[in-house]
T-cell receptor
Framework: KNQVEQSPQSLIILEGKNCTLQCNYTVSPFSNLRWYKQDTGRGPVSLTIMTFSENTKSNGRYTATLDADTKQSSLHITASQLSDSASYIC????????????FGKGTKLSVIP | DSGVTQTPKHLITATGQRVTLRCSPRSGDLSVYWYQQSLDQGLQFLIQYYNGEERAKGNILERFSAQQFPDLHSELNLSSLELGDSALYFC??????????????FGEGSRLTVL
């Protein structure tokens, strides 16, 4: 069964600090991996999409890395801001019968002053 | 603004009732996906349509049904509502099939409260 595990479940950091969120997946074969940001009560917004051939991708202060061999991805947030407080969701596309998107449960990040 | 429009934004109803949630995808997007998110839970895939045809089903209850119309808007029908159906329901759209390389755009959700 395809699975996407995210860690930690929740994280509290001080404004201005960096943090790294982890995503491990068992989806195979693998097509692409996405990171979404979801503000409380709002729809998820895409941060990055990476195919299996990409190792790193940046979007402003957000940098995602991918190791397709170990089936791990990370999302690094630099110089955190209060507005970074949200849930970050890892989504992996792969084949289980037909191609489908498998969602992680998310990491809830709280940035405090 | 993702370009995906969901209505209503909020809905309060009683157990046993039936509701319809509506989704207008981004202009030109052919795929529509429906997701359920219960309190502090991850997004659960319900159903997917592509150009009017059902393409994939997830954990959708038999009490729930959906369809995509010729103008590509979609409706999710929830019947015989139970307290546990209270959740945020998200619609997302994609130009093609998001499970390949397509970008997936989410609406702001419809918050359903069943009393």
């Amino acid at each position: 069964k395809n699975q996407v595990e995210q860690s930690p479940q929740s994280l509290i950091i001080l404004e201005g600090k960096n943090c790294t969120l982890q995503c491990n997946y068992t989806v195979s074969p693998f097509s692409n991996l996405r990171w979404y940001k979801q503000d409380t009560g709002r729809g998820p917004v895409s941060l990055t999409i990476m195919t299996f051939s990409e190792n790193t991708k940046s979007n402003g202060r957000y940098t995602a890395t991918l190791d397709a061999d170990t089936k791990q991805s990370s999302l690094h947030i630099t110089a955190s801001q209060l507005s970074d407080s949200a849930s970050y969701i890892c989504v992996v596309s792969g084949k289980a019968g037909s191609y489908q998107l498998t969602f992680g449960k998310g990491t809830k990040l709280s940035v405090i002053p | 603004d993702s370009g995906v429009t969901q209505t209503p934004k909020h809905l309060i109803t009683a157990t046993g009732q039936r509701v319809t949630l509506r989704c207008s995808p981004r202009s030109g997007d052919l795929s529509v996906y429906w997701y359920q998110q219960s309190l502090d839970q991850g997004l659960q895939f319900l159903i997917q349509y592509y150009n009017g045809e059902e393409r994939a089903k997830g954990n959708i209850l038999e009490r729930f049904s959906a369809q995509q119309f010729p103008d590509l808007h979609s409706e999710l029908n929830l019947s015989s509502l139970e307290l546990g159906d209270s959740a945020l329901y998200f619609c997302a759209s994609s130009l093609g099939l998001a499970e390949f390389t397509g970008e997936l755009f989410f609406g702001e959700g419809s918050r359903l409260t069943v009393l």
